[in-house]
């Protein structure tokens, strides 16, 4: 039972080295391409992870710049528009100075006018009251004392018709 | 009950199964070594069932099972070999599964591999070539040679008698455990036939089985360990 | 009765070594388990290589009243 034959080592030596080589190329091997694939993706996808984050906070500080610029802009076009506005103000305001002036000097003609028809009435009134009262002196028989009435009575008329 | 004839049978039987008549029998092949076959044969087969197909994404769960099995057996021959083993471990792992195996057909009632003496022989002197080949690769030869005269000049016949000891003692451990297990089998057996047997199958078949296959290869692990430092 | 057989009994004896190396191995183990639960796998993994290397001389002295049975014939 303890005999030793040398060629059953040689064989068994050989079984477990093509038992070795089986295990490496169709054990080993094939679980480690797939392991180091995976180990591959996984850096892949942590790389391509990291650009999409470096990515999105470069977009973030564009976006930021562009709000600075926004506001700056959008201070432009409020300081614009207020200028615009003051433009505007000023013109309607010279406009209604403008039309005011022109409607107070139409409106100081129109008095004037209006003051010379009065003053013409007046005047031609006075004209007839003056041909009346001569009219009426020149009817009547007069004295002094008459006289002094007529002209009293003249004068009164003459103011209250001026009044 | 023949005691004495059932070992006789069991351990002088004739062990030579296919037999060339030239070279007085020179080239004749074991029971053990067709066996061995066969568990070659089945273990190749498992593999390339699980390994067939392989996907990076969506595995199927016999890659799993097989990624599983790598991790778990590389986990096992890596605590024992350590950083500077690694190298080694895919054949520690082949050592083992050899061993394992090989013990396991114990259940399926053939005589294991490991029973016949020129098998552990063949496993212990390929552990003592690949201990001392990493020795060398790791040392040089000159580094390798002064190694034997460590840590004293005196103990350097000790040193070399090592390099007879060693794969005489993992060779005759495996070989004394399955044979061992193997006799006290074939006594229950014959004793009682039913039922018991199989219970004690469970320790010395299967337990007995793997720890020896474990205990070879952490044996042999750590002298590549020391080999290697 | 032949002195072969007294031969293998006497290489039966290793058994004894055997057995008290594991039982002082295994005592220990429990003692160290028991100051340090959280270590047990590291424990046991020891005390299975322990056990396994003390039961070799067993071992041996199994092989060898075998041989002395067996082969001498």
């Known amino acids: 039972m303890l005999n030793i034959s040398v060629m059953n080592i040689v064989y068994t030596v050989i079984n477990l080295l093509i038992l070795y080589v089986v295990f ?15 180990s591959r993706e996984i850096d892949d996808s942590i ?10 906070e470069q977009l973030k500080e564009d976006y930021a710049l562009k709000l600075q610029n926004a506001d700056k802009e959008c201070e ?11 433009d505007e103000y000023d013109r309607i305001v010279n406009d209604a100075k403008n039309k005011a002036e022109q409607i107070i000097a139409e409106a100081k003609h129109n008095a004037q006018v209006e003051a010379q028809r009065e003053k013409d009435a007046y005047v031609s009134e006075l004209t007839d009251l003056v041909v009346h009262a001569a009219n009426k002196i020149a009817v009547s028989k007069h004295d002094e004392e008459t006289d002094k009435e007529l002209y009293n009575k003249f004068i009164f008329e003459a103011i209250e018709k001026s009044e | 009950m023949d005691i004495g004839g059932l070992l006789k049978e069991l351990l002088l039987e004739d062990k030579v199964m296919i037999h060339f008549d030239f070279m007085n029998g020179f080239f004749d092949i074991n029971k053990s070594v067709v066996i061995t076959w066969g568990v070659l044969v089945v273990l190749t087969l498992f593999i390339l069932f699980l390994t067939s197909n392989m996907k990076v994404h969506n595995i199927s769960r016999k890659q799993l099972v097989a990624e599983v099995i790598v991790e778990k057996l590389r986990g096992i021959t890596y605590g024992m070999l350590g950083e500077e083993g690694l ?10 599964v050899f061993i394992g195996a090989s013990n396991l057909v114990g259940l399926f009632g053939l005589t294991p591999p490991t029973f016949d003496l020129n098998v552990t022989a063949a496993l212990s002197l390929m552990s003592i070539v690949l201990v001392e080949a990493a020795g060398i690769k ?13 840590p004293m000049a005196v103990v ?8 007879a000891i060693r794969p005489l003692s993992l060779c005759m451990r495996l070989f004394g455990n399955i044979i061992g297990a193997t006799v006290i089998m074939e006594l229950l057996k014959m004793a009682v036939p039913i039922i018991v ?24 692990s750590l002298y590549i360990k020391e080999a290697v430092e | 009765m032949d002195l072969t057989t007294i031969g293998a009994a006497i290489a039966a004896f290793t058994g004894i070594g055997a057995g008290i ?41 199994f092989v060898v009243s075998i041989m002395i049975l067996f082969a001498s014939k």
Do not use: H
């Open chain 1, 24 to 38: 490496r190329v169709f054990l080993f091997k094939r679980v480690d391409a797939v392991m180091s694939e995976r």
């Open chain 2, 197 to 220: 047997p199989a219970a004690f199958s469970v320790y010395f078949d299967i337990f007995d089985g793997l720890i020896q296959a474990y205990v070879f290869v952490f044996l042999t």
């Open chain 2, 138 to 150: 790791k040392k040089g030869v000159r580094k390798w040679v002064k190694s034997f005269a460590e």
């Open chain 1, 76 to 86: 432009e076009i409020v300081a614009k528009s207020r200028k615009d506005g003051y």
């Open chain 1, 47 to 56: 790389i391509s992870a990291n650009k999409k984050e470096q990515e999105a």
């Open chain 2, 156 to 163: 350097a016949p000790m040193n070399v008698l090592e390099l």
């Open chain 2, 87 to 96: 190298r080694y471990r895919d054949y520690m792992v082949a050592v083992l």
């Open chain 3, 21 to 61: 190396g594991i039982g002082l191995a295994t005592s220990k183990a429990v003692d160290a388990v028991a100051r340090q639960p959280e270590a047990d796998g590291k424990i046991m993994k020891l005390l299975l290589l322990g056990c396994a290397l003390a039961e070799a001389t067993a071992i041996y002295g």
